[in-house]
């Protein structure tokens, strides 16, 4: 209903009984998830009165209002106790790594399902060094590319290769044709820079051993 990007969201939600959607803005995420029957209630967060006025508004247009909270807040701040579900969607990666950062002491038995605009191997990192382990990813394209990351903590340390972080461990493990044509399509990007810089060169060897693999 309100495209492929919320729609895949969603569709990652598995049972819940409460999900939180950090940076809500309209609400849609929330709509879908009521309304697909992937969980039974929602806290809607943000922190701009505007767009959780828009949420509120959009949610009661579809007479979900009595299952959804709330709140005008920071990230994490006001996150509910019984919520298994977290959902920051739409954020640059390093507003994500802060938002979680500042309440790594709230995350423990919940779902992350993180969709980062940009930063994903940044957050690739911060994950993976704070003890969340990546159970499932995939790239999607909706207009453009995005990245999607299903995320848990666990009690063990991780660590990632280079390459896990640059491209994601699911990716890697589970390719499909949409993650090789963002990495075709990355390719050709960087292959246009007249000076790449160290760090293109050796993004390009790795995508290049990637797709020389592909079976
Ligand atoms: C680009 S919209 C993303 C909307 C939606 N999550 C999506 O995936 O389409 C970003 C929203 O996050 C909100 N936001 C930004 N920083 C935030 C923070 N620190 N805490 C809560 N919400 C925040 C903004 O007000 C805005 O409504």
Same mark, same amino acid.
């Given at each position: 209903?309100?495209g492929?990007?919320?729609?895949?969201?969603?569709?990652?939600?598995? =049972?819940? &009984?409460? !999900?939180?959607d950090?940076?809500?803005?309209?609400? /849609?995420?929330?709509?879908?998830?009521?309304?697909?029957?992937?969980?039974?209630?929602?806290q809607? #967060?943000?922190n &701009?009165?505007m767009?959780?006025?828009r949420?509120? +508004?959009n949610?009661? %247009?579809?007479?979900?209002?009595? &299952?959804?909270?709330?709140?005008?807040? %920071?990230?994490?701040? =006001?996150? +509910?106790?019984?919520?298994?579900?977290? !959902?920051?969607?739409?954020?640059?990666?390093?507003?994500?790594?802060?938002?979680?950062?500042?309440n790594?002491? &709230?995350?423990?038995?919940q779902?992350?399902?993180?969709q980062?605009?940009?930063?994903?191997?940044?957050?690739?990192?911060?994950?993976?060094e704070?003890?969340?382990?990546?159970?499932?990813?995939?790239? @999607?394209?909706?207009?453009?590319y995005?990245? *999607? @990351?299903?995320?848990?903590? *666990?009690?063990?340390? !991780?660590?990632l290769?280079?390459?896990?972080?640059?491209?994601?461990? /699911?990716?890697?493990?589970?390719? %499909?044709?949409?993650f090789?044509?963002y990495?075709e399509?990355?390719?050709?990007?960087?292959?246009? @820079?007249?000076?790449?810089?160290?760090q293109? @060169?050796?993004?390009?060897s790795? #995508?290049?051993?990637?797709?020389?693999?592909r079976?």
């Amino acid at each position: 209903m309100f495209g492929k990007r919320i729609e895949k969201l969603a569709s990652l939600i598995k =049972d819940s &009984k409460k !999900i939180a959607d950090i940076g809500t803005d309209h609400g /849609y995420l929330v709509i879908e998830a009521l309304l697909e029957g992937k969980t039974l209630k929602a806290q809607a #967060i943000d922190n &701009k009165k505007m767009p959780l006025l828009r949420a509120k +508004e959009n949610i009661a %247009n579809f007479g979900l209002e009595e &299952k959804v909270s709330f709140s005008l807040s %920071n990230g994490l701040d =006001d996150l +509910e106790k019984d919520v298994d579900y977290i !959902i920051m969607s739409g954020l640059g990666g390093s507003l994500i790594i802060s938002l979680l950062e500042e309440n790594l002491n &709230k995350i423990n038995k919940q779902t992350l399902i993180l969709q980062a605009n940009r930063n994903c191997a940044e957050l690739r990192s911060f994950l993976s060094e704070n003890s969340f382990k990546i159970e499932y990813e995939e790239v @999607i394209f909706d207009d453009k590319y995005y990245e *999607i @990351i299903v995320t848990k903590k *666990i009690d063990e340390k !991780i660590k990632l290769t280079d390459k896990e972080v640059l491209f994601g461990p /699911y990716n890697l493990k589970h390719p %499909n044709n949409v993650f090789y044509n963002y990495l075709e399509d990355e390719y050709a990007r960087y292959e246009k @820079i007249k000076y790449p810089s160290k760090q293109v @060169i050796h993004k390009k060897s790795l #995508i290049k051993e990637i797709l020389t693999k592909r079976k």
